[in-house]
């Protein structure tokens, strides 16, 4: 994968507490939200770090692929 920048991009996985007490996740480069835990939240740290650190990490990149389109 190409980078758009010469120097090592800027990256961070947050972990945070929201104000309805869930926590939840993203991950920033450069300080852009590339991605997030979708908004479900979890109820501890645990779990949602867990979830950052396998999405972050590629855990899931064998998933199957679907695309679902608007019929036309």
Known sequence: MARE????PS???VLY???DGRWAWRLVV???IVATDGGQGYEDEETCRTMADRVV???YAD???R???PKS
């Open 17 to 19: 507490v929201r104000t």
């Open 57 to 59: 990490s590629g855990f």
């Open 11 to 13: 990256i961070k996985r």
């Open 63 to 65: 998933a199957s692929k």
């Open 5 to 8: 920048h010469s120097q090592s």
């Open 67 to 69: 695309i679902l389109r």
């Open 30 to 32: 450069n300080g852009n």
